[in-house]
Every structure is written in C-alpha cells, then in structure tokens.
C-alpha cells in the first residue's frame, strides 16, 4: 500500500469517525431538538419536499397551523404557507427523515466537511497536515454542535467546500468536470444561502480575475484560463437563476427572497432593523462592538482546544504571512500552487469576519443566548482556516522540534525526544478541550432535561387520530418553542397540533377535524427557553353538547379559611355567590366546596348557592369564554382562588362545551396566567388544595 493508500484511508476513517461523533452528539444531547426553533422550519420544510410540496395549504385550520418562520399567502388557490428559508438545507435533511433516521443526513454532513476539509488542507500543503486539520475541526466545539443540529449552515459549508476543492484541481488539470462541479456546487451554496456564499467565493473569485489578468498581460494561456472560468461560472449561473425562479414562485417576485417576504427589514446593511416585534437602529458601532466580542469568544470558546487551537492557526497564518512576504503575488497559469490555496484560504479570514458585521445577525446571536449554546454559527465558514492553519502550525512545530532534536541527537534519540514532548503535551491539550465542551454540553443539556419533562406526556401517549391544542407563550406560532411537535405536511398524521387561542378558534379546529380525539397540551410554570422545566399535562378533552351542560366543581379547602365567594364570568356580564358559613364549615370538616353550575345558550349560572349580586353572565351568540371563580379568605386576608376557564359555543337553542375546563390555582390574586395551572395532586400547591370536576349534557326535549 502507498503513501497516498494510506493517508487516503486514515481521512476517510477520521471523517466517518467525525460523522459518528456527530451523530452521538445530535441523538444524545438534542434528542428533542436545541433551543433555536429555526430546525424546525427546515424539518418542516424537508417533510414538504419529500411529498413534493413547496407551500403548506391548511384549509380549513388557517393560521392554527401556522409553523414559526413561515409566510402565510393568501394565493389565487386559497390560503398557503411557505417557509422563510431555502430548500437546499431541507433537502439535504430529507434523505434521513425519509428513512426515519434524519440525524443520519447530519452525520452525512460532517463526514463530507471533514473529508472536504482534509483535501482543501493536503492541496495547501500535504495530506499529514490534511489528517490533522480533520482532528481539530472534530475538535471545534462550534463544528460539533452547530453540525448536530437542523439548521442551514454546516450544509451550506458542505457545498462550498466541495467548490474550492473541485475549483483547485481544476486549476491543477484542467479537467472541465471538475470545473463543472465547481460551479455546480457554489450555485447550490448560493441557493441555499446567498451572502454566507459569496463571502466564501470572495477570495476565489478575487484569485480568478488575478488569473485572467496574469493570462491577460502575459498573452499566454488566455483561452484555457477562460474556458476553464466560464464553465465554472455556467453552473453557478445557472443556479443563480434557479434562485431566482424559486423567489418567483413562492414570494412572486424573483428579487424577493422568502425570508425578507416574512421580514422586509431583517437583512444585509445598517440602520433600522426588525424582524417581528424586535428592532433595533444597527450602526458600524454596534457591528464593530458585536464582531469584536463574537470573535473574542469564539476564539477562547469554540476552537479546538480553544486559546490552543487559536493559537495554532496564528502560526499557520504567521507562515502563510512570510512566504507572501517574499511571494510573487500573482497566479501562477501552470496549475494553482499550494501557495496559492494557503492564501486563497487565507483569505476566508477577512471576508467572513468584515463581511458578518454587515448583518445585524451576528448581534443577535449575542442577545438572544444561541451563541452560548450553539457557538458563533453565522461565522462558521471561519472553521475552515482555523482548521487548516492550526493544522499547518501543529506540524510545523512537530517539524521544527524533531529537527531541532536531529541537529543535537541521532535520528532514533530524536524520534524520543519528540514522542515524549508530545506526550507531556496531549494532557494539558486535553484538559483545554474539555474545558472548552464543559460550559456548552451542560447548558444544552439542561435545556434537553427540560424539553424531556416538558414532553414526557407524549413519550407515554399513542395517538390515534388526534388534535392538539398547544400553547403558544411566545406569539401566534406552532413550533415556537416546542418544534418537536410537528404537524405533517397534509395534516393528515396520527396527531394534528393547533394554536391554543380562543374559543372561537377552538371550535373552528374541531369542526375542521370532526373525528380527531381532542386533547389540551398545557402545564404549570412560566416558560423560560427551557433553561428551567415546566410541569406538562396532556389532559384528553371531550366536546359536550344539549340543551344544557351541568357541570360540578368540588374544591379543596385550606386550614384557616374563614369565608368563601363563587362567581361565574362571560364576556357579558357575570353573577356573584356567597357561600353561606355553614356550608363552608361542613367543606372544611368533609369533602371539600361543591359547587352545581350549568351552562345553557343563554348563559351560565350556579345552581346550589344564593346569588349575591352582578348583571348577569349570558353568553354572546358566537363561542366565548365562561368563567368560574372560587375565592377563599384566610384569617389572615390572603386569598386563594381556583380559576375554571371553559370554551362554550351557543347554537341557537342548544350548547356545546369543550370539557375539561382550564383550572389554576390563585394566590392574592384572581388570574395568575400559567405559573398557577393545575396539573394534579402536588406539594408545590398550598396545603389543602384539590380540585374535581365533571360535567354532562342534557337534553330536555
């Protein structure tokens, strides 16, 4: 086996290796997905592609499925969705997701990088430093994170990387295959994400007109130089048009991309700058102080090895700067030395940093905490010299130190010498590594122990032909947070989730799945990012319907209590009880407060206690809320309130209730919004509380 055999093997075997890691780490830590909900726009959208779907079209849910990140159209053909991003990154996704196994296509991902980046690395100085420079890109914390997660940008890397190699051995040969890949593979980066895209081509394409300029003055080569670069550019071409067709059909204009349709304002350049409720005036300031802190972490946190990584891609770089020191500085026309790839990656450096500080994005990332959690993903591109010349500075002083050693020892006392220093050396540099995977692998495992609790009723549920209602604590979206609920493509799978909004919208999703089994997805607490865990239920619901809903409510009674009220809520108007002392003596000592209401079409009303005041809770003629209200009063004056909140639709002479109500529980206030949510039987509630209800429909005629 030769040399090349067998560095060839050590490559593929360290990016299959690379892939696995990666896999562990999207299985084992991300089980639910992480914390940015953009992976479930491209799931989404790789779900749609796989049925051969570019829009969503809901029918009669509407905007109920609404995922996050997706345009809503109303369309000559009625109302449609489509996704804020690119198919390209879907479409690599889809491959595993039809398999049911998507974190294969992750893994699939980083193998290509790893492999990419092993040859970009030998084509700039040898396959040895290739083989390294493929270890602390798997080394790079942001690489394996950022890569084990649903999101657009490791992807994106895999076809640009696949350009500069096919580029540089198209310089090499000449081959116009390879020239076609090159341009083949750079028009689908751009596809998928324009501007990341031509930051990278930059210095490519800067390495080019230098080229046909060097071809143009010499008077030699000049025809194979163009021909070579035109049928790079055919492809890329091509696929710019393809973009821009794609633009045609889902916004309607092909300058338009999907992401500025969803939010005109959120792009390229400074000023004012919004997306959604947020906006903020981006300024060369802001963009300066925001690059300069990414840059600072990242270089600390997220290479490999951190400061060590760093340090040794400063000595790559530092022997990059030399040799173009003294270098002829333009192109050789006999094929692309490998000091031309040294400098053509170089050059990544400037393009990628100078060029995300003209996107406010990378300010956000700071802002909203992804970067903490994910690393600097809109400067991932930069792992590709970090990578190369960090290699490049790890060979070099292995180089220089075994030829130190040579100058004064026998080769075999030299090859000593530099195992032993390597050895005394790998402890320190492993410590630096796990220091660097220390701080994010237990934030992004918090927020997973979370997500487990938070979903763990559906671990335990099978559905068959549900409905979902599911809160939305972050604005009129699905999959904002909890993107591990999706719907399918049709609408049609063995759960449909909805928005959890108001009545009206309730009864719209059940008339649009008669024969789904309802059920309420809700829980107790205040929804953090999933930095803290919420108490989730899964509570099955049941539409009521008669002449009339009598309902029984019977409620825990506290130690200390001393006096009781009951009211009942519509949008019209309510009614106010009084619980007479006695009553309330029998609850403290028995089972408990019951208390007998009903709802009809004309209203809602308590029948077993005496009304003590209010203009009376009837109900509107469209679906609204009613509302039952029991309020304790300790000796001290603090209250207790249990809330009871239930969807009632009053057709003409008869009512239909969505039952179980939404009960919570109250301290010193009436309505304490999710932090008081009653999910059962729980020590976190005052002493004493309990709440039971049940509820039936009659029918008088």
């Known amino acids: 086996m030769t040399s090349r055999d067998r560095h060839t093997l050590l490559a593929a075997a360290l990016a299959l290796a690379t892939g696995g890691i990666v896999f562990l780490v999207a299985t084992d830590l991300f089980p639910y997905h992480s914390v940015n909900d953009d992976e479930g726009v491209y799931l989404t959208q790789a779900a749609m592609l796989l049925e051969g779907q570019l829009f969503l079209r809901p029918g009669e849910f509407g905007t109920l499925v609404r995922p996050w990140f997706f345009v809503v159209d109303g369309g000559a053909d009625g109302l449609r969705m489509f996704g804020k991003y690119s198919p390209v990154a879907p479409a690599v996704f889809a491959p595993g997701l039809a398999v049911g196994v998507p974190r294969l296509s992750l893994a699939a991902v980083a193998t290509g990088n790893a492999a990419l980046v092993y040859a970009l690395t030998a084509a700039g100085y040898d396959r040895p430093t290739g083989l390294v420079a493929v270890v602390l890109l798997a080394a790079s914390p942001l690489f394996l994170f950022t890569s084990a997660v649903f999101l657009a940008y490791a992807p994106t890397t895999l076809f640009a990387l696949l350009f500069a190699v096919a580029y540089v051995r198209a310089a090499r040969n000449g081959r116009a295959r390879d020239a076609a890949l090159a341009g083949a593979a750079i028009g689908v980066a751009f596809f998928s994400r324009p501007y990341t895209t031509v930051l990278f081509a930059a210095p490519f394409i800067a390495h080019a007109l230098l080229s046909l300029a060097t071809a143009w003055r010499r008077g030699s080569r000049l025809r194979p130089t163009i021909a070579r670069y035109a049928v790079i550019a055919g492809p890329g071409l091509a696929f710019v048009g393809v973009t821009l067709a794609y633009n045609a059909v889902v916004t309607g204009d092909p300058l338009v991309f999907p992401y500025e349709a969803f939010a005109p304002r959120d792009g390229l350049g400074f000023g004012r700058r919004r997306i959604l409720g947020y906006d903020r005036v981006y300024t060369p300031a802001l963009a300066l102080e925001a690059t300069t802190e990414t840059l600072a972490r990242y270089l600390t946190d997220w290479t490999a090895a951190g400061v060590v990584g760093t340090g040794l891609a400063a000595v790559g770089l530092g022997g990059v700067a030399v040799r173009l020191r003294d270098a002829d500085l333009r192109p050789s026309l006999s094929g692309m030395p490998a000091g031309e790839v040294r400098a053509v990656v170089a050059l990544l450096v400037p393009s990628v940093v100078v060029g995300e500080a003209y996107f406010w994005g990378t300010m956000n990332a700071l802002d909203n905490g992804l970067l903490s959690l994910l690393g600097p993903y809109y400067h991932f591109d930069l792992l590709v010299p970090l990578s190369t010349f960090g290699a490049a500075g790890a060979v070099a002083l292995a180089r220089r130190g075994r030829d130190l050693a040579g100058d004064r020892l026998d080769a075999r006392r030299a090859r000593v010498v530099v195992a032993v220093a390597v050895l005394v050396a790998t402890p ?28 763990e009723p559906f671990e335990r549920t099978e559905f068959d032909h549900a409905l979902v209602f599911t809160p939305d604590p972050w604005g009129d979206w699905l999959h904002h947070p909890f993107q591990w609920l999706r719907n399918d493509p049709g609408f049609d799978g063995d759960a449909v989730f909805v928005l959890d909004e108001d009545p009206d919208d309730d009864f719209r999703a059940l008339e649009a799945a ?37 309902a029984e409510t019977t409620v825990g009674v506290p130690a200390g209590v001393r006096s009781a009220t009951v009211r009942i809520e519509t949008p019209d108007g309510y009614e ?21 209401w009903d709802l ?42 249990y809330r009871q909140s239930v969807s009632v639709d009053p057709t003409g002479e008869t009512v239909r209730v969505l039952w179980p109500p939404e009960t919570r529980i109250c301290s010193l206030t009436t309505d304490c919004g999710r932090e008081g949510t009653w999910i059962g039987p729980s020590d976190d509630y005052v002493s004493g509380v309990a709440v039971e209800s049940n509820a039936t429909a009659v029918r008088t005629g």
């Open 514 to 550: 008669p024969d789904r089994r309802p059920y309420r997805f809700t829980y107790r607490g205040r929804w953090s990012g999933a930095v803290r865990p919420v108490e989730s239920r899964l509570v099955p619901l049941s539409v009521l319907e008669g002449d009339r809903v009598d």
């Open 428 to 455: 320190a540099v492993a410590a630096a590594e796990v220091q660097v995977l220390e701080e994010p692998l237990a934030e992004n495992r918090q927020r997973t122990e979370s997500l487990r609790a938070t979903y």
């Open 576 to 596: 106010r009880y009084e619980v007479p002392p006695g009553r309330l003596a029998d609850a403290r000592a028995g089972d408990g407060l019951r208390v007998a």
């Open 600 to 641: 009809t079409s004309d209203g809602a009303h308590v029948r077993n206690l005496p009304r003590a005041g209010g203009d009376g809770a009837t109900l509107p003629a469209e679906p609204a809320t009613a509302t039952l209200l029991i309020t304790t009063v300790d000796d001290s004056g603090a209250t207790l309130t």
